[in-house]
């Protein structure tokens, strides 16, 4: 299972740091992603990774604002966000997609992923 961390309060504008660690299982072999999803609305994804950090994919609302690493000796996966947007506001989950080792092409299907943690909030606001 995932623990997703790092969320909080920021201004918009402002930039969080949000850390997926894994726990029980590697990282090797699954692309990563995180998702998030804002009351009422559904789930959606914003960026993924594969094990190596070489192949990467972001929506086009979070393309270059927000970026995603992963560090393979510590099994965690982590989203820098930057110029936070009202937008931005969610609950952030980070999943393994059982299906794809790799994040060329991505279609993010909730149901391809797995060993979803308990979330990390974020909340943009003045």
């Known amino acids: 299972q995932f623990v997703e961390s790092g969320g909080g309060l920021v201004q918009p504008g402002g930039s969080l740091r949000l850390s997926c660690a894994a726990s029980?299982?590697?990282?090797?072999?699954?692309?990563i992603a995180w998702f998030r999803q804002a009351p009422g609305k559904e789930r959606e994804g914003v960026s993924c990774?594969?094990?190596?950090?070489?192949?990467?994919d972001y929506v086009s609302s979070v393309k270059g604002r927000f970026t995603i690493s992963v560090d393979k000796p510590k099994n965690t996966v982590y989203l820098q966000m930057n110029s936070l947007e009202p937008e931005d506001a969610a609950v952030y989950y980070c999943?393994?997609?059982?299906?794809?080792?790799?994040?060329?092409?991505?279609?993010?299907?909730?149901?391809?992923?797995?060993?979803w943690g308990q979330g990390t909030q974020v909340t943009v606001s003045s």
């Open positions: 999943a393994a997609n059982l299906l794809r080792s790799s994040c060329s092409g991505y279609v993010y299907r909730s149901h391809e992923h797995a060993y």
């Open positions: 990774i594969n094990s190596n950090g070489g192949s990467t």
């Open positions: 029980g299982f590697s990282l090797d072999y699954y692309a």
